[in-house]
């Protein structure tokens, strides 16, 4: 059997401790993982591709097979240009599975030599995603145990408004704030 070199597609926006831990695990049973991020022209992202790049860069530095990279277009002419035999995604709950079954199928259709293959990430992640943690992080909410230190800190950064009026309202130093707390107790 040939060593097998995957690639790993999304948008990563932004990369979360799911993500991590599928990237950890993919790491372990592929020779090589390219971690590709689609550069989408369609959505805009919170992250721009650069930052993406450099957060995953870092995260997966200690993963020697690991590379990171930007891809456009179809992702299975992406993976024959960089050698890539499979795709890697991950499934973390029965919701996943339809869009995901739709996807490979569809990417069989365009390529039949390029397997899916599917992994879980821990279960302490399956409720995690990127659009989660930008909905709870754009309120300023807690994301700390949601994605890495250094994501944490880049959307603080980034969402630093909404961070401070979040923080100043649990302090109740919004004028009104303790008092619609304290009415909202009695
Ligand atoms: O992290 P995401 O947003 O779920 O990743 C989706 C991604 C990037 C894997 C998918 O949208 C993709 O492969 N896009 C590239 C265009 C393409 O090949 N589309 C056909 C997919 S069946």
Do not use: W
């Amino acid at each position: 059997m040939k060593p097998v070199s995957a690639l790993y597609p999304g948008s990563f926006d932004p990369p979360t401790n799911g993500h991590l831990d599928l990237i950890e695990r993919g790491a372990k049973i592929f020779e090589e993982l390219v971690v590709g991020i689609l550069r989408n022209t369609e959505k805009s992202p919170m992250f721009s591709l650069a930052e993406r790049l450099e957060m995953l860069k870092t995260l997966t530095a200690h993963l020697k097979n690991v590379r990171i990279e930007a891809f456009h277009g179809l992702m299975v002419e992406y993976a024959k240009s960089i050698d890539a035999t499979c795709v890697l995604r991950g499934i973390r709950a029965v919701s996943d599975y339809e869009y995901e079954l739709q996807m490979a199928l569809m990417n069989r259709k365009l390529e039949p030599t390029l397997e899916t293959v599917f992994m879980m990430p821990a279960d302490k992640y399956s409720y995690v995603s990127s659009r989660l943690v930008r909905e709870v992080a754009q309120a300023g909410g807690p994301v700390k145990g949601l994605v890495p230190e250094v994501v944490e800190q880049k959307l603080r950064e980034k969402l630093e408004p909404a961070y401070r009026f979040h923080d100043e309202m649990q302090e109740g130093r919004v004028p009104g704030a303790k008092e619609k707390k304290r009415k909202r107790k009695s």
